[in-house]
């Protein structure tokens, strides 16, 4: 049996040669909303330059789409750890989404509990589009917040991202930001900012099992 990895620790382990290197790297940080993204920026603000990239086509519909990120628009411009940090809106383009995610072809994949086949490939989606931009921006690292969910597969978001990082490039910075209290955390700053915090993952699917089966059908 193959020993589980500790992003955690992976993570520590880089933050100290950060610190002793005397410089701040650049990072591309994938921000899913506001809530998810307050403890990591808080966690990394002093380590590391960051933008955030905005790309989240999965999100249904489109006004709440747009709610979250005005939400996190708002917050940046409260929250000291992101007065620095700069917002990429990507373009909102759900059609991406659904030919990524393959349910169309196959529908069983939409009935799927969160973690499955169908968030695999909705996390590799986001985190290529996440690691092209940084090779094309010469960014020194590429994250995401999303490993803060426990409701997400760290393992599975850090398998992808390391699969995606080249030779040559961005390097992949290992992670599983609900450790360390890191979804704690992000609930108390919710709290504090009087945050929107949303009730389901993103898209169609995670809100299927609250919604009726014949109107959920006719939205796809």
Not at 8 to 14: E, G, I, S, T, V
Not at 50 to 64: D, G, R, S
Not at 80 to 97: C, G, L, S, T
Request: hydrophobic fraction near 30%; glycine fraction near 4%.
């Amino acid at each position: 049996m193959n020993k589980k990895i500790n992003y955690q620790k992976k993570l520590d382990n880089l933050l100290e040669g950060i610190s002793a290197e005397g410089r701040r790297p650049t990072l591309l940080l994938h921000a899913c909303c506001g809530p998810c993204s307050s403890y990591v920026l808080e966690y990394l603000s002093s380590r590391f330059e960051i933008t955030v990239l905005y790309y989240n086509p999965n999100i249904y519909p489109p006004a709440e789409y747009d709610r979250r990120l005005n939400e996190l628009l708002n917050f940046y411009t409260k929250f000291v750890p992101a007065k620095n940090v700069r917002v990429i809106q990507a373009p909102y383009e759900p059609e991406d989404f659904y030919k990524a995610v393959g349910t169309r072809e196959n529908p069983e994949l939409a009935k799927e509990p969160e973690r499955g086949e169908r968030c695999r490939r909705c996390y590799e989606l986001r985190l290529r589009y996440t690691y092209d931009y940084a090779c094309a921006n010469n960014f020194d690292y590429f994250c995401t917040t999303l490993s803060i969910s426990p409701f997400k597969d760290a393992d599975m978001i850090n398998e992808i991202g390391e699969a995606l990082r080249q030779t040559q490039g961005p390097r992949w910075l290992p992670s599983d930001f609900k450790k360390k209290n890191g979804f704690k955390r992000s609930l108390e700053l919710s709290a504090e900012y009087n945050l929107y915090r949303q009730e389901y993952c993103g898209c169609i699917y995670s809100i299927q099992p609250r919604t009726d089966q014949s109107a959920y059908q006719s939205l796809q």
